[in-house]
């Protein structure tokens, strides 16, 4: 009877053994396939980029290396309040290259003058709400995506789109984000100063941090350096262990709180791996020299200040912005 009980604990032991083994190759391959599947090389270099828009005027682009992988992102913060038409606040425009595992960093001036069709020259954050008034949300987003890639020479391969509200809440739904600032900022709205250095930001506060300007020694250009560290922050945050598990349900509150998209979420999640391992090596940040000037706007009719790129500065933003981030050592050029 005891050999019959020994021979008993025995195979259960094999069984749990063998259950445990079974178990831990599952995980594996699940793991493996989940690699394979969003790896971001891999991932983007299967895929058939979109291309929503193309330049009014293509420029040569035929001493660009063709890249596959590499494609266009738009990104587009709006001020809409309710059932107002909205202008674009936050313009950001990437060259993301998963082969390389770099980036290409571009913010627009919201003030920026460009020239329109049908309109004439009036600022970039006008193309938005001019696209709303004719066809809603569809055609705001469409004209906003012209109007850029028309300045840059660009085509365009995906957007994001968010306005106040939704990026609020997403920031608050991830738990609020770690930026490193370079300098004090003033938040009149909220009646507080964030200080210098390293701060934990909720919703509110991101939003009027990647909004204010006017209490910036640097104005315009500070508060486009920090909307590019909130976006690598929003990125590290959703890859730490711990956010991990909650995945799925942060891609749904996603959906929620980003106003429009042509994302995958397959595509969302393997965005987020690439900057989530990013170094400044790897991020080539990128604004548009010029200068402040106050002229007259058509659709205004009356005098507004503006942003007038440099256009040699322009020509050059073009030429780098197709090419691949080879920075010597030592060298950071994404902001801190």
Known sequence: MAVKCGGQRNSLRRWLLLSALFFVLLALGA?????????????????????????SEPPDESKHQENKAAFNVLILGTDSRNEEFSRTDVIMVARVNPRDKTVNLLSIPRDLRVH??????????????????????REGTKAALQAVSDFLGISVNYYVKTDFQGFKNFIDTIGGVDVELPESVELPDLNTTVPAGRQHLNGEMALEVVR????????????????????KAVAQKLLQPESLPKLPGLLEQVRQDIVDTNFSDSDLLSLAWLFKGMTGKQVNY??????????FDPLAGDRLYYWIADPEAVTSVRQNFHKNNEFPEGTDSMPR
Do not use: C
Request: charged share 20%; proline share 8%; hydrophobic share 30%.
């Open 116 to 137: 329109i069709p049908d309109i004439g020259y009036t600022k970039i954050n006008h193309a938005h709400i001019l696209g709303e008034m004719r066809g809603g949300n």
């Open 286 to 295: 990128m604004q548009i020299p010029g200068r402040g000037e106050t002229l």
């Open 31 to 55: 793991g493996g396939w989940m690699f394979w599947k969003l790896e971001p090389s891999h991932h983007f270099e299967q895929a058939k980029h979109p291309v929503l828009v193309q330049p």
């Open 212 to 231: 204010e300007r006017y209490s910036r020694p640097n104005g315009e250009f500070g508060r486009q350096a920090d909307q590019a560290q909130v976006l």
